[in-house]
């Protein structure tokens, strides 16, 4: 399966101020997402990250928040904006390698907010 | 939204013992996945069913898709030390969108 690396793999960063986080593919993929796992707790989809396009993103989850790119077919980008401690998670990027494949998944970013 | 209650939620059992665990929904999948994240790590694929009744074994995993295609469980048998680990569930309803809905997680602790 392809290999996925995640940048940075943690962070500490002030209230207030945004990150961005890097998924790059070894190879081309048919479908990029991004999920948040906060403490404890299971995955939950942000949005889909779209070649090209805006990112379609899901109940409770907005662009001004979480502006996602993917400029080609083997890298995405997620910034979380404006940070509060509640933003505290992990956020990880997953592919699908080609159609009706299962998703794989990046090691993630373990973020902190004080 | 879709729900996938995962149960139990936590296990300690013995080293040599066999393990269960299931999911079951609300709505119906088109795919089942079982996924298991170590700490500071990502969640890696360990078994996907793609048909109803479909029943795959990966070494001493073995996972079932429900008849109703609201259900799956996981076993494993004769558990190790490694197999210690969060165990999640998923389900996918095939269509455009392909996004997956995670069961809460199974807590495995295997104890010597």
């Known amino acids: ?45 942000i949005a889909t990250a779209n070649q090209g396009s805006e990112a379609t993103y899901e109940s409770g989850f907005v662009i001004d928040k979480f502006p996602i790119s993917r ?44 | 939204g879709q729900q996938l209650n995962q149960s139990p939620q936590s ?20 795919t089942w996945l079982w996924y298991k994240q170590d700490p500071g790590e990502g969640p890696v694929l360990l078994i996907a069913l793609y048909k109803a009744g479909e029943l795959t074994s990966n070494g001493r995993l073995t996972a079932q898709f429900g008849i109703t295609r609201k259900d799956s469980f996981l076993n494993i048998s004769a558990s190790i030390p490694s197999d210690v680990g969060i165990y999640f569930c998923a389900g996918l309803f095939s269509g455009s969108a392909r996004q997956l809905t995670f069961g809460s997680g199974t807590q495995l602790t295997v104890l010597p």
């Open chain 1, 1 to 45: 399966s392809a290999v996925i690396s995640q940048k940075p793999s943690r962070d500490i960063c002030q209230r207030g101020t945004s990150l961005t986080i890097q998924c790059q593919v070894d190879s081309q993929v048919t479908m990029m997402f991004w999920y948040r796992q906060q403490p404890g707790q299971s995955l939950t989809l």
């Open chain 1, 71 to 114: 400029p080609n077919l083997t890298f995405s980008t997620l910034t979380v904006s404006n940070m509060s401690p509640e933003d505290s998670s992990i956020y990880l990027c997953s592919v699908e390698q080609s159609p009706n494949q299962p998703q794989h998944f990046g090691d993630g970013t373990r973020l902190s907010i004080l």
């Open chain 2, 11 to 30: 296990m300690f059992i013995q080293e040599g013992e066999d393990v269960s665990m299931n999911c079951t929904s609300s709505s119906i999948f088109n």
